[in-house]
């Protein structure tokens, strides 16, 4: 028997991978991604920047709201049009958590966030 799907427990998120156009830190790698903090889930790991959509934000607009936050970067990224797609993450394959929403986005230099030396 089927119902209505489950609430998110804990909200939408959002995130992006960021690709670099130019390479001048670190020539030939042009993907940039963040390191989770301690305390975090998977902490240590590599991976998005992303986190939970504030009330009236697209998925868009978090992805480039959460890069500045926990990257400090403040220059333009745009968002590559077709290049997005939402997975739902569950605890253990088993109990329905979020959807989050994955973007794929570009920034014109690679750049260093605070903290991380390349």
Not at 45 to 64: C, F, H, L, R
Not at 72 to 90: H, K, N, S
Request: net charge neutral.
């Amino acid at each position: 028997m089927s119902g209505p799907a489950p609430t998110p427990r804990y909200g939408n998120h959002a995130g992006v991978l960021v690709v670099a156009r130019r390479t001048s830190l670190c020539p030939g790698r042009p993907l940039l991604l963040g390191l989770q903090g301690k305390g975090l889930w998977a902490s240590n790991t590599w991976g998005v920047w992303g986190g939970a959509m504030e009330p009236g934000e697209t998925p868009a607009q978090t992805s480039k709201r959460e890069l500045r936050e926990e990257s400090g970067y403040d220059e333009p990224l745009t968002i590559i049009p077709g290049a997005e797609w939402t997975q739902r993450v569950r605890l253990v394959g088993l109990i329905p958590l979020y959807p989050f929403h994955n973007h794929i986005g570009a920034v014109e230099d690679q750049f260093e966030p605070p903290g991380f030396p390349l």
